[in-house]
């Protein structure tokens, strides 16, 4: 009997092991979901806990608090929605031409992510958690995409100014859902905008 509980004890404990990564996996799932389609800052951890079909008690014993959810979340969403590789775009000798073509990645990138990214820079402007969240994550690619794409451009805080529009998620909304271009014409109208800066 003692060699019975000998080998089932690895078995259960890879089991339970196995079982806490899938309600990990369906917390982190259910709170991407809320704040792709509520906002971070409109989602509760009961929401969260609903949707994910767990008790409250269970969420926080794999993140204790919104911050921890929050961090998951992110980290995951990103990891499956990385933001465009500015490596490639370094390789076009062409300022104008690597402008082209790091406007036109990133705008396909913000109609990839354009629910969450919108929840998120909206619920930023009101939720400590949210900015500090969204500060700390695009602080990692955005600054990258910036200097990429400064590279032997003009200098100038004009020239800087209207780049930086450029990459506004909401400059890009303006022009595609707001006036029914496509991506195509949004990048073509930035570029004229900052080749006449």
């Not at 590789?85 to 076009?92: M, S, Y």
């Not at 036109?104 to 900015?131: K, N």
């Amino acid at each position: 009997m003692c060699n019975h509980y000998l080998v089932a004890r690895p078995y259960e404990l890879k089991r339970r092991a196995e079982r806490q990564a899938e309600t990990r996996r369906k917390i982190i799932g259910a709170a991407i979901e809320l704040h792709r389609t509520k906002g971070p800052a409109r989602t509760t951890l009961s929401d969260i806990a609903r949707l994910a079909g767990v008790q409250r008690h269970t969420l926080y014993r794999h993140f204790p608090s919104a911050w921890d959810v929050g961090l998951a979340c992110s980290g995951l969403y990103m990891e499956l929605n990385p933001p465009p590789d500015v490596e490639e775009w370094r390789t076009i000798a062409d300022p104008e031409e690597r402008l082209k073509r790091g406007l036109g990645d990133l705008y396909e990138w913000f109609e990839q992510v354009e629910d969450m990214l919108t929840r998120v820079i909206r619920d930023a402007e009101v939720d400590p958690v949210t900015r500090e969240m969204f500060q700390q994550r695009a602080g990692a690619w955005m600054p990258a995409i910036e200097s990429a794409l400064t590279e032997d451009l003009p200098s100038g805080k004009r020239v800087r100014a209207a780049l930086q529009l450029a990459l506004d998620l909401r400059t890009w909304q303006r022009l595609t859902r707001g006036s029914g271009l496509s991506n195509a014409e949004a990048v073509d109208v930035m570029l004229a905008a900052i080749r006449c800066q």
